[in-house]
């Protein structure tokens, strides 16, 4: 069922996705060469909590940390450790914030250090624009399928592979609620969701250099890892639909 936001719910949203926007900028330079993602962990949580807030991740059961620090051929879900990041790696930071019984999401994908390739700096580009994209697709009177098809098309015709089994979704008073957003399109656009005021949604690009297919990583209950080892990334906003425009929340 999906869950209708008021103005003055949106609006207290709009505050929540604004602090988890300052936090998410504090945080960034601190991702550097040499620095475990714990560290970083500890950090964000700091951040959040200075700007009134609470960690939105921390409140998913089983989960007890602030954000999801994912590494090259992780995907999402991936927990903080004591791994320390090196010169080249491709990061992707997953984040939430909690405000007055509310919740927004945001992710970004970046190279740690000055060590990075054409290849992947087409490679994030792309999931930047194709973000920008599908936020653009938000409007009212479109459809989720209108989404939906502005991913496939940016990914898939960059030569890229959608992580078809994850998803977007909506956003409220859960971290995670109806409806879902795939990363492409599986039926016809007529016959998906038509996009409302009220509705406030996470629109994630999830994809890879190689493969759609996705693994559980070993020796843990929650990353999940591209199936070939290639590399991912991650692209996230929460947005607002209203009857005069779309918000961009974080």
């Known amino acids: 069922m999906i869950i209708y936001k008021t103005d003055e719910e949106i609006r207290i949203m709009q505050e929540c996705g604004a602090k988890l926007k300052r936090a998410m900028k504090k945080l960034l330079p601190l991702a550097k060469v040499g620095v475990t993602t714990n560290f970083l962990d500890k950090k964000a949580e700091q951040f959040i909590r200075e700007e009134g807030a609470e960690p939105s991740f921390s409140k998913v059961e ?66 930047r624009d194709t973000l920008d994209k599908a936020i653009g697709k938000a409007v009212l009177g479109n459809r989720i399928g209108d989404i939906s098809l502005a991913i496939e098309k940016g990914v898939e015709g960059a030569g890229y592979f959608v992580m078809e089994q994850l998803t977007g979704h909506g956003v409220g008073r859960e971290l995670h609620e109806d409806p879902f957003i ?69």
Not at 84 to 110: C, E, P, Q, R, W
Not at 225 to 247: M, P, Q, R, W, Y
Request: proline residues 4%; hydrophobic residues 35%.
């Open 62 to 127: 089983g989960y007890k940390w602030t954000i999801c620090p994912t590494i090259n051929e992780q995907i999402v879900h991936t927990p903080p450790s004591e791994r320390k990041l090196k010169n080249g790696d491709v990061l992707t930071i997953d984040i939430g914030a909690y405000y007055k019984g509310f919740h927004s999401d945001h992710s970004t994908t970046f190279v740690v250090g000055d060590k990075t390739t054409p290849e992947i700096e087409r490679f994030l580009k792309v999931g």
């Open 182 to 250: 795939p990363g492409f399109l599986s039926k016809p656009i007529e016959k998906t969701i038509k996009l409302k005021k009220g509705m406030v949604l996470a629109i994630e690009v999830i994809y890879s250099m190689g493969t759609n297919d996705i693994a559980y990583e070993k020796g843990g209950d929650w990353s999940i890892v591209t199936d070939d080892g290639s590399l991912s990334a991650c692209f996230e906003h929460t947005i607002a639909i209203t009857d005069k425009n779309t918000l961009v929340l974080t």
